[in-house]
């Protein structure tokens, strides 16, 4: 699965530089934080709404989708799908309400 992730974490930074004409994703960057923070909201809007119509094929769709664009968001950021991966092992076999509670003393 981490392959997948790493393959496209390298074709979204090599977006960086592309021209915002020949690529979606170039597009985005142009357009600054608040376009790829929109599109995140409205692809996890659409997988809110097919998972209420319990369409799982949409789901998937959607979800798709949502870590696309998520993901775009990582690299705009300067990070990568292995960062977070390693912050869901630093929680691993962490209570998540004792995760909740640390998180509100250390921000």
């Known amino acids: 699965m981490s392959e997948i992730l790493s393959r496209l974490a390298e074709t979204l930074e090599s977006r960086k530089n592309a021209d915002p ?7 985005l960057y142009a357009k600054g934080l608040d376009a ?3 599109k995140i909201g409205e692809e996890a809007t659409e997988t809110v709404i097919a998972a209420k119509d319990g369409d799982k094929a949409q789901v998937l769709y959607e979800m798709a989708d949502l870590w696309f664009h998520c993901m775009v ?3 705009q950021q300067g990070l990568h799908p292995d960062d977070v991966l390693a912050e869901l092992a630093r929680r691993e076999g962490l209570s998540g309400l ?3 509670a640390n998180r509100r ?3």
């Open 98 to 100: 004792v995760e909740k």
């Open 36 to 38: 790829i923070l929109k």
């Open 73 to 75: 968001l990582l690299a």
């Open 105 to 107: 003393d250390n921000v």
């Open 21 to 27: 004409a020949s690529s979606y994703v170039a597009k």
